[in-house]
């Protein structure tokens, strides 16, 4: 695996940046097109895992953060806890800034809290392909203000832009050791957390602006058992509750005659199946759970 004028390093790097920034995109793209689970965690991380990128110098362990922004209420300020304490823990923090649009508040914000780790920050500019040459120019020089970078890198995910050099680059900031996870294996974030931003994602693709920010999503039971259909496989029965915050908030997700809540349950399906590799019956159910955003108990019940 490595060579001997080149050690072997490997580390945790976490993804920031306002929302659409481009981390996703751009975790995608360095993570490739695999995407396995992992159910075992190292002892090293108590975050998620968004992704492992394997390269023959080391490995790069993305971990996840998430939303970074002004806490408005009690939920927002355990997840700016989160990310405080992510920040702290990684090798490296990679600061995204989208080049097609101007810096602004939401970025120095973030630069401020950084200000407040010791972590390195590689400031990424993403999205160079939706950019002009002086556009992307103005925000290196824009972004470089907002923190102090080890280095500054422009990128495109999207047209796979200097994504492989952004990689090597992150590798050599890491400190020198054995790979964290075999080679097989990409993510590890916990199928069940899996499972609920599936649904989750679908239900907010299908309700759009009408159940905002007030819906969360808990998998109760995960039952799993050979396909009737075919012994050889696995057949995955679900039992997943939708949790708005408003009794008027139910019949949106439920839908005339139910029909929305049976599209959230058929466009779930199709990532579940992937996922779960066989069949999947989801039995999806909508419950009003109140303020869950202010009340610490729902928030505990909901895993935050
Ligand atoms: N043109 C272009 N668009 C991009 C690129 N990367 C991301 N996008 C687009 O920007 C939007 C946001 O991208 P995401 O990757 O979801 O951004 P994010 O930072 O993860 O967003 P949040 O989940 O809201 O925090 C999507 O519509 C992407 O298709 C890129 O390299 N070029």
């Not at 075919?230 to 997700?253: G, Y």
């Not at 349950?265 to 009003?288: D, I």
């Amino acid at each position: 695996m490595s060579t001997p004028d080149a050690p072997y390093r490997s580390g945790f790097v976490a993804l920031v940046g306002r929302p659409n920034a481009g981390k996703t995109t751009l975790t995608n793209r360095l993570v490739g097109d695999k995407v396995g689970i992992v159910s075992n965690r190292p002892q090293t991380t108590r975050h998620a895992i968004r992704g492992v990128v394997h390269r023959p110098e080391g490995q790069l362990v993305l971990v996840d953060t998430p939303g970074l922004h002004k806490p408005k209420s009690l939920l927002g300020q355990r997840l700016n806890d989160v990310v405080r304490d992510t920040l702290a823990e990684v090798d490296v923090v990679v600061f995204c800034i989208p080049a097609d649009q101007p810096v602004g508040a939401g970025d120095a914000y973030i630069a401020r809290q950084l200000a407040n780790v010791s972590t390195p920050v590689v400031l990424v500019v993403t999205k160079t392909d939706a950019a002009s040459k002086k556009q992307i120019t103005a925000q290196l020089v824009a972004a470089s203000q907002l923190v102090e970078a080890r280095e500054v890198v422009p990128v495109s995910a999207v047209a796979d832009e200097q994504v492989d050099l952004l990689a090597d680059l992150l590798i050599g900031m890491l400190p020198e050791g054995p790979p964290l996870y075999p080679d097989d294996q990409l993510t590890d974030d916990d199928v069940e957390r899996q499972i609920g931003e599936l649904v989750r994602e679908a239900a907010l693709e299908k309700v759009r602006q009408e159940v905002p920010h007030g819906l969360a999503v808990s998998v109760e039971e995960i039952i799993r058992k050979p396909d009737p259909r075919d012994p050889e496989a696995v057949f995955t029965e679900l039992h997943v509750l939708l949790h708005c915050e408003r009794p008027s908030q139910k019949p949106m997700l439920l839908g005339k005659g139910g029909a929305t809540i049976k599209a959230i349950g058929s466009e779930a399906r199709v990532g579940l199946e992937q996922l779960l590799g066989g069949r999947v019956h989801l039995a999806l159910h909508v419950t009003v759970l109140g303020e869950w955003q202010d009340d610490p108990k729902k928030l505990q019940r909901l895993g935050y």
